[in-house]
């Protein structure tokens, strides 16, 4: 009777280390195959975070954008908030990515082309110096380029960035682009 038990105790044990193994290989190759289809940036320059906070008091964030069928971004809740500066050359790109949550971008310098995952088209919107606008974050996937002849200085203030989570996602492209 203790013979047998041993001998299930361990082919039990050899399971168990087999299945394991045969996790570990499983999540290191799907880490491995996400970071292969991410698109690296190219030509940034700075990409200093100059200031991060959580709200000292509850906070719900909310954002309509757009004249009639407005867009609303709601964060209820919302946790850290990140401030960076981000400074790219010509010809240079974000590569694609999202955020967690929401992201007030100031363009102070250069113009921005934004394009989104969700475009089929692949037309870009320029926002140049002095401009502003919001991208929702929140898993929509976009790339920003500089397509101009200066360098482009961007100003971002991310919002609900989980408390030591990063506040940009890489993606990997979504095909609709042919860049």
């Known amino acids: 009777m203790i013979k047998h038990s041993r001998i299930v105790a361990t082919m039990t ?15 290191t190759a799907t880490a491995l195959a996400r970071a292969a289809l991410t698109t690296p940036n190219r030509g940034v320059l700075t990409n200093n975070v100059v200031a991060q906070a959580g709200f000292a008091d509850p906070v719900d964030i909310k954002f309509k954008i757009g004249p009639g069928d407005q867009e609303v971004i709601h964060v209820p809740n919302a946790q850290e908030t990140v401030m960076q500066q981000v400074v790219i050359a010509p010809g240079g790109y974000t590569g694609w990515h ?19 995952s969700e ?40 919002f609900n960035v989980p408390t030591g989570q990063p506040f940009r996602i890489d993606a990997p492209s979504p095909g609709n682009c042919a860049f």
Do not use: M
């Not at 044990?13 to 999540?27: E, N, Y």
């Not at 007030?104 to 989104?116: E, I």
């Not at 002095?130 to 482009?152: K, P």
């Open 13 to 27: 044990k050899r399971r168990l280390a087999v299945l394991l193994v045969a996790a570990a290989a499983v999540s």
């Open 119 to 158: 475009d089929p088209t692949c037309t870009g919107r320029t926002y140049t110096a002095g401009q502003a606008f919001v991208d929702r974050g929140q898993g929509h996937v976009h790339i920003g380029r500089n397509e101009g002849s200066e360098n482009l200085e961007i100003w971002s203030a991310y």
């Open 98 to 116: 999202t955020h967690p949550g929401p992201v007030l971008v100031l363009v102070k310098a250069g113009a921005l082309t934004l394009y989104s």
